[in-house]
């Protein structure tokens, strides 16, 4: 009951995230200016994708995401920030 109803809940609103002030021009200079980006995310993929269902577009300029279900360890551990610089270089792990 309470799982369902939670997960009812964050299918909703997180569907709804809005960006925090700056993220958007800040993103688009960087990319404008060929620097690579990507995303280091203790959400789960399921939750990352609701959070960012507005605003695909812009996250589609990342070189990649890396999400919580793809490390064993979960921030602050540096695991899912060792994955993510890795794959700009390909010396990461396989997630």
Sequence with gaps: AFVTEREELLNEFFAKSALLPGV???VRHLHQHGIPMAV???SHRRHFD???T???ELFGLMHH???GDQVAKSKPNPEIFNLAAGLFDGTAPEA
């Design 50 to 52: 609701l959070k960012t």
């Design 54 to 56: 507005l605003h695909r």
């Design 24 to 26: 958007e021009p800040l």
């Design 65 to 67: 995401v890396v999400t």
């Design 40 to 42: 280091a995310t203790s």
